[in-house]
């Protein structure tokens, strides 16, 4: 039996607003994380500070992402 699996279309019309929401969650993912460290213990305060630098290392990644999507899209008009 032979599959034919057809690619999905390219639509990029709503990257910046997905990237948006997944910024906004990231932030939100931080700031609990954060607080969930005044009831840590030592090891669990450092998982959660490396975590939390992975985090703002994404959230400034997506940043970077919406700035290049707007210059695609209105290089294109």
């Known amino acids: 039996m032979a599959f034919h699996n057809k690619p999905n279309p390219d639509d990029r019309s ?3 607003e ?3 929401s997944n910024i906004q969650n ?3 993912n931080l700031e609990e994380a954060h607080e969930s ?14 975590k939390n ?13 919406i700035k290049d999507e707007y210059r695609d899209q209105h290089q294109d008009h």
């Open 26 to 28: 990231t932030i939100e």
């Open 18 to 20: 997905k990237l948006k």
């Open 53 to 65: 630098a992975r985090r703002e290392e994404s959230i400034e990644a997506m940043r970077n992402e």
């Open 37 to 50: 460290m005044r009831f840590s213990n030592e090891q669990e305060k450092e998982n959660i500070r490396a």
């Open 14 to 16: 709503d990257n910046i």
